[in-house]
């Protein structure tokens, strides 16, 4: 019986990583859950899956959901958050807290020897060599649970690294993938709908400016510690394809399925084996077409300030992530138009001047200012 925390247990990947589990009670149980303030989903949870803990990152909220009089302990704050993330008894921690809050606890769950199934790639984005470098020292396995990384991961299954050619990660170019580029100026936070996965707000948004795919680049150079020049991006709108490597040879090798986070997650927490019953069965003849097409990368700015990120390394990628952060709130606040995210972006790269982060306290320092300058940028715009 593997016992799990689920850090993140009210959103989108939390919600299909309990569905997961309520169709393999032999094999997983639910040791503690942790969320924002969504308390009404919380309780739902505790009464379905029986916690030993819970945590909740608003304070009032984890008050509120104490005079409920539930068979739990309730944690609040980032400490209770952590405590969660470090609990006695629990083999792997979910890590799907949404953004850069998901660092700190994942961090401290790595240090305290828990296997992590990674969700929130913001984590390495922010603070690749120091998270690797600990998992490495504490004999930490981290699974990724990405749709794209997973594929990757599914893909080289033990393979010598030194015939690997390049990771090509697929993208569906979102919600305006036939949106000209003037079009997209006059788009609002009503119209993003992911035509293919059901995933919140934010990561709609990055899908739709591939700021997302422009993330995951990175996150993949920390998981299989490639260089960013032999990662790829290509548009795939049907979403069946979920990433491929290709070898010194010239073979290339995918993953399909469906497109449902159910799949990804099964494997994360039952690898090296798999799951029965997690999707429907893909049907290619229904399907009839699989097409591909590189990214405009005029309409798509977000990879190349990506690769800008790379190439400055140290601290660069975690100002990358912490402005767009700010300018997506900005954008569903309608305080800036839909083409002004990477905009933000891009000016609160131009103004930072590169560092070598050696701590989780140097990461977060380094993330504020970028938060902080981005705000700026956009109060002057």
């Given at each position: 019986m593997k016992r799990l925390s689920i850090l993140g247990s009210t959103g989108s990947i939390g919600k299909n990583?309990?569905?997961?589990?309520?169709?393999?009670?032999?094999?997983?149980?639910?040791?503690?859950?942790?969320?924002?303030?969504?308390?009404?989903?919380?309780?739902?949870?505790?009464?379905?899956?029986?916690?030993?803990?819970?945590?909740?990152?608003?304070?009032?909220?984890?008050?509120?959901?104490?005079?409920?009089?539930?068979?739990?302990?309730?944690?609040?704050?980032e400490q209770g958050i952590i405590k969660a993330a470090v609990l006695d008894g629990v083999d792997m921690v979910v890590s799907a807290i949404a953004g850069s809050a998901g660092l700190v606890p994942t961090h401290?769950?790595?240090q305290a020897g828990k296997d992590i199934a990674l969700a929130t790639k913001e984590t390495l984005v922010m603070a690749g060599d120091i998270i690797m470098s600990e998992a490495s020292k504490k004999g930490v396995s981290i699974i990724p649970v990405d749709s794209e990384h997973s594929a990757v991961f599914?893909?080289?299954?033990?393979?010598?690294?030194?015939?690997?050619?390049?990771?090509i990660l697929t993208a569906s170019g979102g919600a305006f993938l036939r949106s000209s580029i003037s079009e997209l100026e006059s788009v609002t936070p009503d119209a993003l709908k992911h035509p293919n996965w059901d995933m919140?707000?934010?990561?709609?948004?990055?899908?739709?400016?591939?700021?997302?795919?422009?993330?995951?680049?990175?996150?993949a150079c920390w998981l299989f510690d490639m260089p960013f020049e032999k990662i790829d991006v290509v548009l795939h709108p049907q979403s069946i394809i979920h990433s491929m490597v290709e070898f010194i040879d010239g073979s290339v090798i995918a993953?399909?399925?469906?497109?449902?986070?159910?799949?990804?997650?099964?494997?994360?927490?039952?690898?090296?084996?798999?799951?029965?019953?997690?999707?429907?069965?893909?049907?290619?003849?229904?399907?009839?077409?699989?097409?591909f097409e590189e990214p405009d990368r005029n309409k798509y700015p977000a990879l190349s300030l990506t690769y800008e990120a790379l190439r400055a390394g140290g601290t660069m990628p975690c100002v990358l992530n912490a402005a767009n952060e700010v300018?997506?709130?900005?954008?569903?606040?309608?305080?800036?138009?839909?083409?002004?995210?990477?905009?933000?972006?891009?000016?609160?790269?131009?103004?930072?001047?590169?560092?070598?982060?050696?701590?989780?306290?140097?990461v977060l320092r380094v993330s504020e200012w970028a938060r902080q300058k981005a705000k700026e940028i956009i109060n002057g715009k």
């Open positions: 990583t309990l569905e997961v589990i309520s169709g393999h009670t032999d094999r997983f149980s639910v040791a503690a859950l942790a969320a924002r303030n969504n308390i009404g989903e919380l309780e739902s949870q505790i009464k379905a899956f029986r916690p030993d803990v819970v945590a909740v990152l608003d304070e009032s909220a984890a008050e509120d959901l104490r005079k409920k009089g539930l068979p739990v302990e309730v944690l609040a704050g401290a769950a790595i599914q893909c080289l299954d033990g393979r010598d690294m030194n015939e690997v050619e390049r990771l919140g707000r934010k990561i709609t948004i990055d899908s739709a400016t591939l700021m997302n795919k422009g993330l995951e680049v990175i996150e993953q399909m399925s469906v497109p449902d986070m159910k799949g990804p997650i099964a494997y994360a927490l039952s690898y090296p084996g798999r799951l029965g019953g997690i999707l429907p069965r893909l049907n290619l003849a229904g399907i009839r077409e699989l097409t300018a997506v709130q900005a954008f569903l606040e309608e305080r800036i138009p839909f083409t002004g995210i990477t905009a933000v972006v891009s000016d609160t790269m131009s103004e930072h001047s590169v560092l070598k982060a050696g701590s989780i306290e140097d």
